[in-house]
Every structure is written in C-alpha cells, then in structure tokens.
C-alpha cells in the first residue's frame, strides 16, 4: 500500500503570508494526487487535481507542484477564508490514501 | 446540480452489522466511480472503498478489508456500503463521493453518522 506523509500537522500563520504544505509518496504515483480543504463542519473541498491543477473557481492563490513521490500545495497571500484543514489524496492505486491533514491557523 | 444523501448510520453494537446508502441524483450515475470516506470525530479523512461505474474494479482500505462491502444499483442510482463485524474504531461521519476521473472527489454528500458502541 502507498503511505502518504504529509508535513506539517500544523502551520501557524498571519493574512497575506504565504505557506507551503508537502506530501511525501512511499512510491511513486506519478501525478496522482489531489489537495483537497475541509472547513469545520462541512464536507471536504476538491483544490487541485493531478497533482498542479486548479480547479475551476478556486482562487489562483492556491498552487500544487510535484510529480513522482513529492508534492506541494502552495497558498500564496493569505486570505481570511484559507484558515483551515488541507489533506492530500493519492489516487494512484487501490487503496487510495490521505495525508495526515494539516491544520491552517491564524497566527 | 449534483447531490448525494447518505442514509443508514445509527448507533449499533460491537460486531454487529449496518447498511449504508448513498441517493444520487442530478447526474449520469452510472457513468461515474463512487466511493465512501469517513472521518472520526477530530481526526483525519480516511479513505474507505471504492467502485467503478460498472462494479468491475473496487478497492477497499486495509482496515475495512473482509468486514465491508461496497456496491451499487445504477438503475436505482443508488451507493451502498455492508459494514459487518463493526468495531469502536469504525465510528465516524461516512461521507458518499463522487470520482470526477480515476479518483478525483470531487462531489460530497453531506455524511451520515456511524456510531459502534456498546
């Protein structure tokens, strides 16, 4: 089974900054991988697919990167609203895993 | 617009069974994989099962392997999931997804929550 590591649990920071969450593949899954947001109380957010694109209507704030076993999701310019909950999904083969989570707090 | 309605959490007993449903409507159902994700209170997103539009292809995460079993009805336009042998750790709000393309959730149903205690 693929393992996913995801860095750091949680990341405190201030609006308007930027912050940088990575996701480590025990394999390699290509470009298999989503980010995905989850506020508290609601139902997970798809953000990007395939490892770096956006999907349609989420900010151009947000990037991914990476391809192979290491990823990133970048947040650039911090807005209010960004304060929450990013896991990572590998889709590269059954079964599919998370990251960990990591938790976006204010500073 | 795409919804997804789980039904069929409760509380139940350690070892005992339950049956999930997932009503979709405002799209193909049978064009599309769908999949169950829960997430214990507090904690992190799990991935539980998968199956393609055609029931040809499921997947199960090591932890539900052998006690839960995914399957649909695409004429019903329905999603299910059998949890036998339920333990403590299966608590959790189980989420119904809908795959936009080979694993992308894109679509979630609000939950339904699954408590095993006795």
């Known amino acids: 089974d693929i393992q996913m590591t995801q860095s750091p649990s949680s990341l405190f920071a201030s609006v308007g900054d930027r912050v940088t969450i990575t996701c480590r593949a025990s394999?390699?899954?290509?470009?298999?991988l989503g980010w995905y947001q989850q506020t508290p109380g609601k139902a997970p957010k798809r953000l990007i697919f395939?490892?770096?694109s956006l999907r349609s209507g989420v900010p151009s704030r947000f990037s991914g990167s990476g391809s192979g076993t290491e990823f990133t999701l970048t947040i650039n310019s911090l807005q209010p609203e960004d304060f929450a909950t990013y896991y990572c999904?590998?889709?590269?083969?059954?079964?599919?895993?998370f990251g960990q989570g990591t938790k976006l707090e204010i500073k | 617009e795409v919804q997804l309605v789980e039904s069929g959490g409760g509380l139940v007993q350690p070892g005992r069974s339950l049956r999930l449903s997932c009503a979709a409507s405002?799209?193909?159902?049978?064009?599309?994989?769908m999949h169950w994700v829960r997430q214990a209170q507090g904690k992190g997103l799990e991935w539980v099962s998968g199956?393609?539009?055609?029931?040809?292809?499921?997947g199960y995460a090591d932890s539900v392997k052998g006690r839960f079993t995914i399957s649909r009805d695409n004429v019903k336009k329905s999603l299910y999931l059998q949890m036998n042998s339920l333990r403590v750790e299966d608590t959790a709000l189980y989420y119904c997804?809908?795959?936009?393309?080979?694993?992308?959730?894109?679509?979630w149903g609000q939950g339904t929550l699954v408590t095993v205690s006795s």
């Open positions: 997804v809908k795959d936009l393309w080979f694993g992308e959730l894109h679509d």
């Open positions: 405002g799209f193909t159902f049978d064009g599309y994989a």
């Open positions: 199956i393609s539009w055609d029931s040809g292809s499921i």
């Open positions: 394999q390699d899954i290509r470009n298999d």
């Open positions: 395939a490892a770096s």
């Open positions: 999904l590998q889709h590269n083969s059954y079964p599919y895993t």
